[in-house]
């Protein structure tokens, strides 16, 4: 699919790091005094560090993307040195992209002699990364989930990550925990390419649908993945087309739930999932519920 990421001239580059905290994403790095993009998995092609840069060294540029390859991206790492092919592979692992990880050194392994540096040695130094207890910036612990280790760019906003949810046990007054198992969720921002999203079940929802139903969580959330969106208000709505065609054919998620509000305007959410149907290789089954502004079920249909 065609997408725009984020470009860095080197040459211009003059090492001043700005830019680094302004990506959401935390896809940039300092690499041998260098604004480096460690890891176009990463990068939403925003350009929230575009504005940061004072010698205009960041650009945006638009191009056919295939599906997110990790050989094809370790291969182009290698080419930039050890320290940046350490780099992308420990951002993996702040994002828990351990599958990524294993086919970096799968292949890295297999062309070990052909590698100008020592594999198992970047391997050792990676699984530590791993294990390092997490910063203890107060800022940050209050912004990232209790298991998980802060981002490299300590904006945690629209980085993708993934956790297990607690399980439902409510008594008294207690707090009904949430069944929400990945960050983001809003259309705009999800990475399809995120592992999380690999043959799950996806619920796409529109955005009032949480207000006006009290057991969303419980009943319709739990052991799902979650997008939301606003067929009314939302821009730009052929990005999302393209995401969902990437979910369907790429993540080859296994059915797609469709919940939206008795609001005419809602029914665009389903025309963007017929839309991606059409244009997808794969079929996957389509349930559609509405919901009243009252919290009822009016529609609950396989399609």
């Not at 065609?2 to 994403?25: A, F, M, S």
């Not at 906003?157 to 607690?166: C, M, N």
């Not at 439902?168 to 983001?184: F, M, R, Y």
């Not at 369907?248 to 919940?259: E, F, G, H, P, S």
Request: contains cysteine.
């Amino acid at each position: 699919m065609k997408r725009e990421i984020v470009k860095i001239d080197r040459n211009l580059c003059n090492g001043c790091g700005v830019c680094i905290p302004n990506c959401h994403e935390g896809a940039l790095q300092m690499i041998d005094g260098k604004a480096t993009l460690v890891s176009e998995l990463m990068c939403d092609g925003l350009g929230a560090c575009i504005g940061h840069c004072p010698v205009g060294a960041i650009t945006i540029e638009e191009r056919e993307a295939e599906a997110y390859d990790e050989v094809l991206t370790i291969k182009e790492m290698i080419k930039a040195g050890r320290n940046t092919v350490a780099a992308h592979l420990k951002h993996l692992r702040d994002y828990n992209e351990k599958e990524y990880v294993h086919q970096a050194f799968d292949y890295m392994k297999t062309n070990a002699q052909t590698i100008p540096f020592d594999v198992d040695e970047l391997l050792h130094e990676v699984q530590q990364h791993g294990k390092k207890e997490p910063r203890t910036n107060p800022y940050l612990q209050n912004l990232i989930h209790k298991h998980e280790e802060p981002l490299a760019c300590g904006c945690p906003g629209s980085a993708a990550k993934s956790f297990v949810p607690e399980k439902v046990v409510v008594s008294g007054n207690a707090d009904v925990p949430s069944q929400l198992s990945h960050w983001p969720v809003q259309m705009h921002l999800i990475n399809p390419n995120a592992s999380f999203f690999q043959e799950s079940d996806l619920l796409l929802s529109a955005d009032c649908v949480a207000y006006a139903l009290g057991n969303f969580h419980t009943k319709y959330l739990k052991g799902k993945k979650l997008a939301i969106a606003c067929p009314k208000l939302d821009s730009n709505k052929e990005v999302y087309i393209e995401k969902l065609v990437h979910l369907i054919d790429q993540a080859k998620v296994n059915t797609i739930t469709v919940m939206k509000m008795e609001v005419p305007c809602c029914g665009g959410l389903m025309q963007l999932v017929q839309t991606a149907l059409q244009q997808s290789a794969r079929k996957v089954p389509v349930k559609l519920l509405t919901v009243s502004s009252k919290g009822e079920i009016l529609e609950d249909r396989w399609l």
